[in-house]
């Protein structure tokens, strides 16, 4: 039963960020903290908290917000992508919580590519893990600046202030490795609220920001209705009018506006926006599934993207990419999958291989296939032109999964690759 509900929403800004790190490290704990701290539990959830724990007798647990399956209480893993919602006096947060276990990368990768700053949470006894190393390079490669590390447990190691200085220079030096620079790195106890909300007595060594007001330091990148527009194209209704339904994934688009149909760069205006029981809709902005009656009789058809005339972004059939490989077959040169990016889809091909890295060691691999949970710097080719952006630009055509039946690889793309022009000399 996942906390879902959030408070009652004011005009303040939002911030989305992910809380990533090795399984049993605390991140449901600490979310739950939050929560708590930040007063988002309403009483009978506490109460029913409370009630869970009496019956398996233990002491007040915080990860069991986070909990929605039986199994998951029992196993004491959290096993599913879930967003949570609470408040601070300056903005409205949404945490991303991403599962720590391997089998569920995907669902971190997921996750994380919504995220504007991160989490990266680690067990003070524990110290640096596999999984911390492989999620904190996910958030190297998704291109996430603003990270706190945090170092919970504390109370396991007796707050001891040495402890905390061994494995912040531990993490430090790896984290220099993939360029990453974590604006903060607080020790932390999620179980017991050390300087989540407020400053801990217990480490009095400790002079620097609690989670929250780290939190609230964070720029929200701009939003996407104030980025180009990019309309998704998902199908193409025909009756008294000719209508183009799809989804406004970034920008604002009115009627009236010029606008190119891509990949075939076909030039017209929208005349006019419809939605369902709605006269004389004057604009659409992100987020919006909507309708477009357009002005000439150009050719539309689903994986389209329509865009305003002078911000087109690349289209090409060369994508450079970042690869998360996630199936137990092997990746090779010259494979065929689909490449589906926003509701595009199209078959595409493994041209090759610029580097293979694993994610855990972070040491550069010397073959020519991917193996499964590995990183790669990919060239794929496209059977026919796709329009895309890099991740920086638009989260909606700056990154794609393959298809191979199921889900194998999730990829975010570095470079906008060739244009068409340029692919065809």
Not at 36 to 54: L, R, V
Not at 322 to 339: N, P, V
Not at 374 to 400: C, H, M, Q, R, Y
């Amino acid at each position: 039963m996942a906390m879902k509900k959030s408070p009652k929403r004011t005009e303040k800004e939002d911030l989305k960020f992910v809380i990533v790190g090795h399984v049993d490290h605390g991140k449901s704990t600490l979310i739950g903290r939050l929560l708590y701290d930040t007063g988002s539990i309403p009483k009978e959830k506490i109460k029913e908290i409370k009630g869970i724990c009496d019956t398996l007798g233990k002491p007040m647990e915080f990860g069991f917000i986070l909990d929605n399956l039986e199994e998951e209480r029992d196993q004491g893993i959290t096993i599913d992508t879930t967003q949570t919602f609470f408040d601070t006096t300056k903005r409205h947060y949404t945490i991303i919580d991403a599962p720590g276990h391997v089998e569920f990368v995907k669902n971190m990768i997921t996750g994380a590519s919504q995220a504007e700053a991160a989490i990266l949470i680690v067990d003070a006894e524990e110290g640096v893990q596999e999984q911390t190393r492989r999620h904190a390079y996910i958030l190297r490669m998704l291109g996430l600046k603003q990270v706190i590390a945090v170092l919970n447990k504390m109370d396991a190691v007796g707050y001891d202030k040495r402890r905390f200085a061994e494995v912040k220079a531990e993490l430090t030096a790896f984290l220099t490795e993939i360029s990453i620079t974590p604006s903060f790195i607080i020790p932390i106890s999620a179980k017991e609220g050390d300087n989540i909300a407020k400053k801990s007595k217990r480490m009095p060594w400790y002079d620097g920001s609690t989670v929250l007001k780290a939190l609230d330091s964070f720029t929200p990148r701009a939003t996407e209705k104030d980025r180009p527009l990019r309309f998704a194209v998902q199908d193409v209704y025909k009756n008294e009018k000719r209508i183009v339904v799809g989804r406004v994934e970034s920008g604002t688009l009115h009627a009236g506006e010029k606008v190119t149909v891509l990949p075939s760069g076909e030039a017209t205006e929208v005349t006019s926006i419809e939605e369902f029981l709605k006269e004389s809709v004057k604009s659409a902005e992100a987020g919006k599934a909507t309708g477009l009656v357009m002005k000439d009789k150009v050719f539309v058809d689903r994986g389209d993207i329509i865009v305003k005339q002078g911000e087109e972004p690349t289209v090409t059939t060369t994508v450079h990419c970042h690869l998360f490989w996630m199936d137990k077959e092997a990746l090779k040169k010259g494979q065929r999958l689909t490449f589906e990016c926003a509701t595009q889809s199209v078959i595409c091909e493994v041209k090759s291989f610029e580097r293979i890295i694993d994610s855990s060691t972070l040491e550069e691999i010397s073959r020519k296939e991917l193996r499964n949970r590995e990183v790669a710097d990919v060239i794929l080719t496209t059977s026919k032109p796709v329009v895309i952006d890099t991740f920086d630009n638009s989260s909606a055509l700056g990154k794609f999964v393959l298809e191979r039946k199921h889900t194998v690889a999730g990829g975010i793309i570095t470079e906008h690759g060739l244009q068409t022009g340029e692919d065809k000399q």
